[in-house]
């Protein structure tokens, strides 16, 4: 979710058809299965399916419980989440309201995010809302914000070239608004099985989790070709460019990627009926509000 934005503010790419409408999808999530086999792991760290072939859990970094809905980021908070008809994930939602004794502050807030997708499967917005308020334990201080993301994504003959961030917020009755424009170019080679790499999910989410979660296949499909680089600008006109590294197997799936300073080696094994459906909760020591607040992102950068 990374940099997000507010506003539908590209040309009329965007697709309205039954496949944008939450649906109990949570049965049709599937994993993408590339030449018989699908991802086992990255950096050797473990995804792990259950026996109808969806995805439950990624090492610490998050599991899913398909029964209650939920996506769990460490043992004590937890997520709702919802699907579409297809299986992507339609919406993300959170509240919290607990006491940092650490910090001497108490925080409360909700969030939640919302992901919209063209017939062909390809997200095409994300709009994230959140609200927190902090108050200090000692001398009872507070302060509020309020943040809105969109981000508004275009597709050209099956590839993402452009993503659009619109981001505002209230902080203590301040207002801020920054935009940036993200271009994507793409080279020849083929994205043979419509992976979604991480290099390209990093344009619009910075967060390990959820760049995660569009490799396995839980924000769409990916592009018909492999990206080579992208340029972000900002509303001041502020460019700076990054070119992919992203290698491939013999048989066209991905084999790693270098993104953020860390190289990550994906690993395949062959389709089997994986592991029963039971909850796996994860151990991250990372709050609910980390990963969808927007404030707390931003100020983690």
Not at 24 to 46: E, F
Not at 71 to 92: A, H
Request: net charge negative.
């Amino acid at each position: 979710l990374g940099a997000m934005a507010l506003g539908l503010l590209m040309p009329p790419v965007f697709t309205s058809c039954g496949d944008d409408e939450p649906g109990d999808g949570a049965g049709n999530v599937q994993t993408p299965v590339y030449d018989g086999t699908r991802i086992s792991s990255l950096n050797n760290v473990p995804v792990r399916y259950d026996q109808q072939g969806r995805a439950v859990s990624f090492g610490s970094e998050f599991s899913i419980d398909y029964s209650t809905g939920r996506i769990y980021f460490d043992e004590e908070e937890n997520v709702t989440v919802s699907f579409t008809d297809k299986g992507y994930i339609s919406s993300i939602k959170s509240s919290w309201d607990y006491e940092d004794k650490y910090e001497d502050a108490r925080y409360k807030g909700n969030a939640s995010v919302q992901f919209s997708y063209d017939k062909d499967g390809h997200i095409v917005k994300m709009t994230e809302s959140s609200r927190e308020t902090y108050i200090s334990t000692e001398d009872r201080e507070s302060s509020t914000f309020e943040g809105n993301v969109t981000m508004s994504m275009a597709w050209k003959d099956g590839n993402l070239v452009k993503v659009v961030a619109d981001e505002s917020e209230i902080e203590d009755g301040e207002k801020d608004h920054d935009r940036y424009v993200y271009d994507i170019d793409y080279g020849t080679q083929m994205n043979v099985f419509k992976q979604f790499p991480m290099s390209l999910a990093n344009a619009f989410s910075e967060d390990t989790s959820w760049r995660i979660l569009a490799s396995l296949g839980f924000l769409g499909i990916g592009p018909n070709r492999i990206p080579e680089s992208m340029e972000e600008t900002d509303d001041d006109g502020y460019s700076d460019s990054d070119n992919f590294s992203i290698t491939l197997n013999d048989n066209g799936t991905i084999k790693s990627e270098y993104v953020e300073h860390m190289v990550y080696y994906y690993g395949y094994s062959a389709v089997t009926k994986g592991m029963s459906a039971n909850k796996i909760s994860s151990g991250k020591p990372m709050r609910a509000r980390d990963l969808l607040l927007f404030k707390s992102r931003r100020n983690s950068k």
